[in-house]
């Protein structure tokens, strides 16, 4: 009872905070996982599974954004002393995107233009991360009932582009607002480290955390088909060049893993406030 309590407890604290950044998953993995497919109840093993996220609603500094992140790929890495789990995340990740650049400045660029919008549609790419789950603390309560204490740390990079984003400007030259396909590509680095506490009954794992994270990258935008015919700001294509960032947040995840043996497990992880973010995830020890 006095676990629940503090589940409760725990979540009504955190729910001030804000969220963004990438799935942190279940810190009892690496000790409950402990019987490999073929390597049997040895004290490190080699843990592999598919995972799924959906992220919506991120927002970054100096922009209005209407974002939604797709992640599908697999999370694979070695389990060292049943407490320990060194991971990558490797897969494809696809974007949209509906944004305001409020940091807009017209003289880093050749045309008298501003940027209203930008519609975004990325094709799939390459998504990589490296991660770190470490178990600090486990507590027997009753036979199959355990509390636990875990931190994960991990990077994420994502790199997108698409040559068909559609953006939105008002041309102080025409006097009229008009509207150009785009070449659009972004370099995106996040940043994250959780703490966890875990409550397992049985094969039942609920988790609950708090974590800090950070997003930051570059971004380009060239207009096709856009020659300004300004004498003052010469000729040319526009081809914006920014930065775009979170600052640091703060938030909160809950999760429930379901270990349907010591090798196998399934999973899902929500978070909210500043994005609102889903992922599902199973995984098998060999």
């Known amino acids: ?26 810190i009892a993995d690496p000790v409950v996982m402990s019987t490999g497919k073929f390597s049997g109840e040895r004290a490190y093993g080699f843990i592999a599974g598919i995972e799924a996220e959906f992220v919506s609603n991120r927002t970054f500094l100096e922009q209005e954004n209407k974002f939604k992140f797709n992640f599908y790929g697999i999370k694979a890495g ?20 509906s944004k305001k650049i409020y940091n807009w400045d017209p003289h880093r660029n050749v045309a008298n233009v501003r940027i209203d919008r930008i519609e975004i549609e990325t094709d799939p790419n390459f998504v ?21 204490i875990g931190l994960d ?14 953006v939105h400007i008002s041309n102080f030259d025409s006097g009229f607002r008009e509207v150009y396909s785009a070449y659009y590509a972004m370099n ?21 955390g708090y974590k800090i994270s950070d997003c930051n990258g570059d971004e380009e935008i060239i207009l096709k088909n856009f020659e300004s015919r300004n004498i003052e700001f010469g000729y040319g294509n526009i081809d914006y060049k920014g ?44």
């Open 188 to 208: 995106m680095d996040e940043y994250q480290g959780a703490l966890a506490v875990s409550y397992q009954y049985e094969n039942f794992v609920p988790y609950i």
């Open 1 to 26: 009872m006095r676990i629940i309590v503090c589940f409760i407890i725990l979540t009504i604290v955190l729910a001030a905070g804000t969220a963004a950044g990438a799935p942190v998953g279940n």
């Open 153 to 166: 740390v991990k990077y994420r990079r994502i790199s997108l582009e698409t040559d068909s984003a559609t």
């Open 243 to 286: 930065n775009f960032y979170t600052n640091g947040r703060r938030g909160l995840f809950l999760g429930l893993t379901y270990y349907i043996s010591n090798t196998f497990s399934i999973g899902v992880e929500g978070r909210e406030r500043d994005e609102e973010a889903f992922n599902i995830i199973a995984q098998m020890r060999f």
């Open 78 to 97: 070695a389990a060292l002393k049943d407490n320990i789990f060194i991971y990558t995340d490797l897969g494809l990740g696809e974007m949209e995107d």
């Open 128 to 148: 990589f991360g490296l991660g770190i789950t470490a178990l600090m603390y486990e507590h027997k309560i009753d036979e199959d009932v355990y509390f636990r």
